[in-house]
């Protein structure tokens, strides 16, 4: 697929939070004094989305310092509707925006699992044009959710009774370009596709911060759910085979280690942020261009992407004293074995340090490790997969 796209819907008036609404919008309100809509913006950006469109409704204009920000590789544009007219009218007003197929958030949810997951249902279950996240749920509302249930391998509304599980849906979905021929002007949009819709049970903690009771839990969620552990890879003679001695010049000489892939879908999969952490000082010697450099990383993305996975972010040193190009000639606190790039990951991301490993095959990581305060464990094995699958705890 194209580059990820997605769509935050913050339109509506919440109006079952009372007077907390009255004045600012329901996205916009503040857990633990930073704004709902900041949590999730950076959650989706982390995953890799290069563009996200806010849909904006109820006192919208709030939202404008949002328009054109960038968090890490990801846009952010904004459009803001005179008229509300469902979710479905939300995005059929902005459907020449959509140049691919592209995601969809609630703008008043989270829920905490690995997003990337529903395009690789899209290309297990081929035949839909809406992926849903589902989750089950004790109903305590019966105008609060659309309900689901399999019948038949088949995924159709299903009528909620009270005090009885039932899958609801996730705030979450993936969805194809070609959906957007199904929109109406006004209404839902997951109604829509009552016949071309399927979904996905996830078991990760969710909320939505649309009642009193769920807002005011919002700040306990935030803090248990969104630090994480991590594990920091080196990339050469870890993630990627290399001989001694040898650079990775370009993306075709980036061959794979077996299992590398999989241990990093499966680390999504279960709440890990994934970091690489690499010297490159091939770039500052000349030996490596850094547009061939940047290749290098696009393959990655691009590869994983393919399985429904994803790097929180890739870290690289260029620097070097013996550098021949002159912006990268320095002695640098990046570079490895000092622990600057992990250090880095501490501020960008709220890592959890118990827990976390950096997984690297020389002692050069091994010190990075033991400075930055994180356990350490040297692959020398074939399968990287089995590896961590057995080393970590």
């Known amino acids: 697929?194209?580059?990820?796209?997605?769509?935050?819907?913050?339109?509506?008036?919440?109006?079952?939070?009372?007077?907390?609404?009255?004045?600012?919008?329901k996205p916009l309100l503040k857990i633990n004094n930073k704004k709902f809509?900041?949590?999730?913006?950076?959650?989706?950006?982390?995953?890799?989305?290069?563009?996200?469109?806010?849909?904006a409704g109820y006192k919208g204009t709030q939202f404008s310092p949002y328009k054109n920000k960038i968090i890490f590789d990801c846009k952010i544009d904004l459009f803001i509707e005179k008229k509300i007219n469902g979710t479905s009218g939300a995005i059929y007003k902005i459907k020449n925006k959509i140049k691919s197929d592209f995601f969809i958030f609630n703008g008043d949810t989270m829920f905490n699992f690995n997003y990337?997951?529903?395009?690789l249902l899209s290309k297990k279950k081929k035949g839909y044009k809406i992926y849903l996240s589902l989750r089950k749920e004790i109903c305590k509302d019966l105008k609060r959710y659309n309900s689901y249930k399999f019948l038949n391998k088949k995924l159709i509304s299903h009528e909620k009774k009270i005090n009885k599980k039932v899958l609801i849906s996730g705030g979450i979905a993936f969805c194809k370009k070609m959906a957007i021929k199904n929109l109406k002007k006004i209404g839902d949009f997951e109604e829509c596709f009552k016949k071309k819709i399927t979904g996905k049970v996830y078991d990760q903690k969710f909320i939505d911060i649309g009642t009193p009771d769920d807002f005011y839990s919002a700040p306990k969620f935030i803090k248990k759910n969104f630090p994480k552990r991590a594990i920091f890879f080196d990339r050469d003679g870890v993630l990627n085979k290399i001989k001694s001695g040898k650079y990775v010049i370009n993306k075709n000489q980036f061959k794979w280690t077996k299992g590398a892939k999989e241990i990093i879908k499966f680390l999504n999969d279960n709440n890990y942020f994934v970091f690489i952490?690499?010297?490159q000082a091939g770039i500052g010697k000349g030996f490596i261009k850094i547009e061939d450099y940047l290749g290098i990383e696009?393959?990655?993305?691009?590869?994983?992407?393919?399985?429904?996975?994803?790097?929180?972010?890739?870290?690289f040193c260029p620097y070097?004293?013996?550098a021949i190009i002159k912006k990268y000639k320095k002695k640098s606190f990046l570079?490895?074995?000092?622990?600057?790039?992990?250090f880095k990951s501490f501020k960008d991301f709220q890592v959890v340090k118990k827990g976390s490993y950096f997984i690297g095959d020389s002692e050069t990581d091994q010190i990075a490790a033991k400075r930055a305060g994180v356990k350490f464990l040297m692959f020398k094995t074939k399968n990287l997969f089995k590896f961590v699958k057995e080393n970590i705890k």
């Open 335 to 342: 570079r490895k074995p000092n622990p600057g790039m992990i």
């Open 1 to 25: 697929m194209k580059e990820l796209t997605a769509i935050i819907l913050a339109g509506g008036k919440g109006s079952r939070l009372g007077n907390l609404t009255k004045i600012k919008p």
């Open 37 to 55: 809509l900041d949590y999730l913006i950076f959650d989706i950006a982390r995953f890799g989305f290069k563009k996200i469109i806010i849909i």
């Open 320 to 322: 070097h004293e013996n």
């Open 298 to 315: 696009k393959k990655i993305k691009y590869d994983l992407l393919e399985i429904g996975a994803h790097i929180d972010k890739i870290y």
């Open 277 to 279: 952490i690499s010297n």
């Open 116 to 119: 990337l997951d529903l395009l």
